[in-house]
Structure formats: structure tokens, C-alpha cells
């Protein structure tokens, strides 16, 4: 049996390692050069806690149950997981009500470490928090991660266990036969057979499913826009901060990352058309974000502080829950759509449900493999190690003693490892060792890993890309 799953996020990810646990070829395909560089590469990256939504929606069943899942992945797959808790504050008795409501609901989803707590214990745990708040919901469970990580680790698994990622090459069509998917056709021109096809292709599972004459709903992409903080900007802040949620959504937040930084945002902004490529951002969008920033943390908005700013896209539908479903119109075609957020969260438990419910609903018999390896190898990080132990790799091999990201002290032999797990552009050693992340944003050490990756690839630099194919860095030689 091959099973062919679309699409390299998080999401298509952990599905095909999901799938190696069987008897079977797993291939997963990627549009992009990169794994995780679609909605996975641009959000919150929270683990949400799982109190807001509904217990009758998928997104209600599957958080809380993804956020725990987490505590075995992060082992498994060496995958960085900062249980740092979160609150949502509130003013006053009406909002009070609010927090209550949302911790009857979070009883109702199972989620752990849920309380309220008042004044007195608020101000120790968020000395930097405006004065206005009287209450806030904490939750203990609540973490933050490298959403992109767990895309990138859950693939290098896979294929250890036998699975083929093919990245670069899109599916653009299919051949569907007697009511089956049969083939799909990838823009190299290649065509792959499959027994069972996956679409778990993020914004574009519309246009996937309808690639195979299967419906999927309507999607409506809505953006957030985000600024991420220096270091610095951490001292005023222990945990993600929420407002109250509104309709439109959790709010604008204050989230401390994992390498340390901060983020403000995201906005919420619908857009009239399908623009998938849209991660443009908007003075009035930025100005929101600090501003709401500020309501939160007076203070976290010091221009000084501010890196970059960026956007994401959500992939909205009108039912508001994950679309997960075998095609009413095909035997063998799974959807994955609609994956908004939490679908970091939910993404391990979305996984488990994709095998385990929808799959295994089908007429289709799984057998477990018994040499399924669940783990992968750390990749040392210098900057994490103690000092003696980053002399004792440096005699052994002088490259971790060369250090390329002076933001976040990151070695040759970091990058170079990076290239042996697959990166193939600037973006995706930056992605995989943080170099590029901090202070400078790459502006020192983008051009040191643009040369290790043509040294190492065996290539001319005017052959390295920033991301993809279109975005070259040096046109060719000035001088001879
Ligand atoms: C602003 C924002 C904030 C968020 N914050 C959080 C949060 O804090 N916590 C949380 O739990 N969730 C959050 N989410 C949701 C979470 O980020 C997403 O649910 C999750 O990343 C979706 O992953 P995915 O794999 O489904 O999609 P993607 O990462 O987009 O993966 C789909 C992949 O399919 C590929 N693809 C598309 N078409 C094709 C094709 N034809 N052939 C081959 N490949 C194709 C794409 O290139 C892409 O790499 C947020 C989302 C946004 C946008």
C-alpha cells in the first residue's frame, strides 16, 4: 500500500510519521524547498491550553489532547517545548463572569493546571502587568515552541522509518478512476500511484480536494500581523498574555518565545479574495498590535526594541472547526482541512485522530511495524551547552569553535549539521539552528551561511536562495 500525504507542515508532517508506525510507503509532498514554511512558519506558536473551544468541535476534542501529546513528542523528536503558562486577564466583575465561563469550559475539555486566580497573586506573577487587571484565568499546561520544528523533526522521523519527503515539487493534478484517487501529478511533470492520498495542504486544501473532484468548504484566509521584540523585552514578561476573547478571536497577545524574544499581535483582518501569498504587513495593523501591546504591558512597546515584523495566514472556514473527513466522493481521500488555529496544538492528537478514527474507519486493515523508532538524535545547540563541554567538541572538531550567528551563538558545525538534515537555502539552516533569529535579524551572518551552503553543496553562490527558487541573494560576480 502507498499512502501519499500533501503537504509539509506540521499538520502533513506528523500525519506521515503517524503513518510509518504501519505496513506501508508513506511519500510525503511539498510545494515548497522547505518543510514548515507555510502557516507553520508564521503564528503565535503557543500550545494552547484548549479552555475556548467548544467541547462539541473537533478544535474542543483535539487541544487539550495535542497539548499533552506534546510532553511524549518533545522527547521523542528532541523538540523544544517551554511550559512557560499562560493567562487571560479580565477587569472587574462582569469580565470575572467571562473567566468563569471559559473555566467551565476548559473542565469540559479536559484541560489541566486551569485556575483563577485575583489581584494579590496576578501582580506576582506578572509584576509588568498593567495595574488595570483585577483577575485573570491561568493555565499551567500552556507552553510555547518552534512550531516549524516539529514539522521539520516529525519528517526527519518519518523518513527513518522508511518514508520519502519530496520537497520542491507540487501536486498540480490528479487522475481519478472508478471512484478512487489513482495518480497525482507533480509540477516536475512526475506522476506518483497511490493507494490512499492525504491532503493536509494548509491554506490550499480547497483547491487540493477539488484537484480530485472531492468538496471541501469554502476557505477565507484571515491574517494576522505580528512584532517580534528584542531579548530585552522579556524582563517585563513571564507568560503569554491573553485579552478576553472576542468573536473575532483570541486577541491581540504578549507572548515571551522560545529563544527568549517577545511577540505582540496577531490582528485579525479578513480578506474579500483568496490571496495565499499576501504576508504583507500594514502600518495600522503594527500600530494595533503595539498599542494593544501596551494595554497588557505598559511599556513592552519601546521602538526600540521592535526586530521585525511579519504576518501569518489562517485558513478560516464557515463551520469555525477543523475539517477533517474521508470524501464523500472518493474511497480512498482524506481532507485535513481548515486547520486553524490551535492546530499546532491539536496537530499531534490530529494526527493520532487521521490514523486511528478516519482511517481506521475505512476499509482499509493497518499493520503495526514492529522496528518503528519513535526517536531522533539531538542536534547539539553550543549556546545551550556548558562551557567545558563546548571546549571538549571543539578539540574534536574546531567548526563548533567557529561561530557564524553571533546573536545566538551558533557554530559552522551547527550549520553544517543543519545542511546534512536537509536544508537547502539561508531559510532553512536559519530555521533549524535559530542563526539569523536574533538581534541583527541575519544581517551579519547570512551571507557566512549563504557560503558554507555553496561550499558545502558544491555549488557557485549565485546559486543559493534565501527560501525559494525566486529569491536569489547575489546575481553573479562583479569582478573577476
Ligand atoms: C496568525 C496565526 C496564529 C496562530 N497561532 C497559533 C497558536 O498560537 N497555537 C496554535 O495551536 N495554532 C496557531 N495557529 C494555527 C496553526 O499555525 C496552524 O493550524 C498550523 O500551522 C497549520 O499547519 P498545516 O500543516 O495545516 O499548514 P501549513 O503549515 O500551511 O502546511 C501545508 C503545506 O502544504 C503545502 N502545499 C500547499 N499546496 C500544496 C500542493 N498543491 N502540493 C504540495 N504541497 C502543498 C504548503 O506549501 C504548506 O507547506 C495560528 C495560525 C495563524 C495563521
Redo the contacts with the bound molecule.
Keep these: 500500500m502507498q499512502t501519499l500525504v500533501?503537504?509539509?507542515?506540521?499538520?502533513?508532517a506528523l500525519i506521515a510519521r503517524e503513518l510509518t508506525r504501519y505496513e506501508m510507503k508513506v511519500l510525503l509532498?511539498?510545494?515548497?524547498e522547505d518543510l514548515?514554511?507555510?502557516?507553520?512558519k508564521?503564528?503565535?506558536?503557543?500550545?494552547?491550553g484548549g479552555y475556548d473551544d467548544p467541547p462539541n468541535t473537533l478544535r474542543g476534542k483535539l487541544c487539550a489532547k495535542g497539548n499533552r501529546l506534546y510532553n511524549q513528542l518533545a522527547e521523542e523528536l528532541k523538540i523544544a517545548v517551554n511550559r512557560v503558562g499562560s493567562i487571560v486577564v479580565a477587569k472587574g466583575e462582569e469580565e470575572l463572569r467571562k473567566l468563569e465561563i471559559l473555566l467551565e469550559n476548559g473542565k469540559a475539555n479536559s484541560v489541566e493546571g486551569l485556575r483563577i486566580v485575583g489581584r494579590q497573586e496576578l501582580r506576582k506573577l506578572e509584576p509588568g502587568l498593567s495595574k488595570e487587571f483585577d483577575y485573570a484565568l491561568l493555565c499551567e499546561s500552556a507552553g510555547v515552541i518552534e512550531?516549524w520544528m516539529v514539522a521539520i523533526a516529525a519528517s526527519m522521523n518519518a523518513v527513518n522509518n522508511g518514508a520519502e519527503i519530496i520537497t520542491g515539487n507540487?501536486?498540480?493534478g490528479a487522475i481519478v478512476e472508478s471512484k478512487r484517487a489513482k495518480r497525482v501529478k507533480l509540477s516536475s511533470g512526475r506522476e506518483i500511484e497511490a493507494d490512499l492520498v492525504i491532503n493536509?495542504?494548509?491554506?490550499?486544501y480547497e483547491q487540493?480536494s477539488s484537484f480530485f473532484g472531492v468538496y471541501a468548504p469554502p476557505v477565507k484566509l484571515r491574517k494576522?500581523e505580528y512584532i517580534l521584540l528584542d531579548k530585552r523585552a522579556s524582563t517585563l514578561v513571564n507568560r503569554v498574555i491573553f485579552p478576553l476573547p472576542t468573536a473575532a478571536g483570541k486577541g491581540r497577545l504578549v507572548v515571551p518565545t522560545i529563544d527568549g524574544g517577545v511577540l505582540l499581535g496577531?490582528t485579525s483582518v479578513e480578506f474579500s479574495d483568496f490571496f495565499p501569498e499576501d504576508v504583507s504587513t500594514t502600518a495600522e495593523g503594527l500600530i494595533s498590535v503595539r498599542e494593544s501591546g501596551d494595554d497588557l504591558i505598559p511599556g513592552i512597546d519601546s521602538p526600540q526594541w521592535f526586530l521585525k515584523s511579519f504576518a501569518?495566514?489562517?485558513p478560516e472556514s464557515p463551520q469555525k472547526d477543523f475539517y477533517i473527513k474521508k470524501a464523500d466522493e472518493l474511497e480512498n481521500f482524506i481532507t485535513v482541512g481548515a486547520?486553524?488555529?490551535?492546530?499546532?496544538?491539536?496537530?499531534p492528537a490530529i494526527a493520532e485522530y487521521v490514523v486511528g478514527e478516519v482511517i481506521g474507519s475505512m476499509d482499509l486493515k493497518l499493520t503495526p511495524k514492529d522496528d518503528f523508532n519513535p526517536f531522533i538524535d539531538e542536534r547539539l545547540r553550543i549556546k545551550e551547552l556548558p562551557f567545558e563541554e563546548v571546549a571538549r567538541l571543539i578539540e574534536a572538531d574546531p567548526k563548533y569553535g567557529r561561530i557564524i550567528c553571533q546573536c545566538n551563538e551558533v557554530s559552522e558545525a551547527e550549520v553544517i549539521q543543519a545542511i546534512k538534515d536537509g536544508a537547502r537555502t539561508v531559510d532553512g539552516v536559519k530555521f533549524r539552528t535559530r542563526a539569523g533569529f536574533g538581534r541583527c535579524q541575519g544581517g551579519f551572518c547570512s551571507w557566512k551561511i549563504a557560503s558554507i551552503l555553496a561550499r558545502e553543496l558544491n555549488k557557485d553562490m549565485s546559486g543559493v536562495r534565501q527560501n525559494s527558487q525566486n529569491s536569489w541573494i547575489i546575481n553573479g560576480k562583479v569582478r573577476t
Design positions: 500533501i503537504g509539509g507542515g506540521l499538520v502533513g509532498v511539498e510545494k515548497r514548515g514554511q507555510g502557516i507553520t508564521a503564528n503565535s506558536a503557543i500550545l494552547h512550531p507540487g501536486v498540480v493536509a495542504s494548509g491554506l490550499f487540493v494576522g496577531p501569518g495566514l489562517r486547520i486553524r488555529s490551535p492546530g499546532l496544538t491539536a496537530a
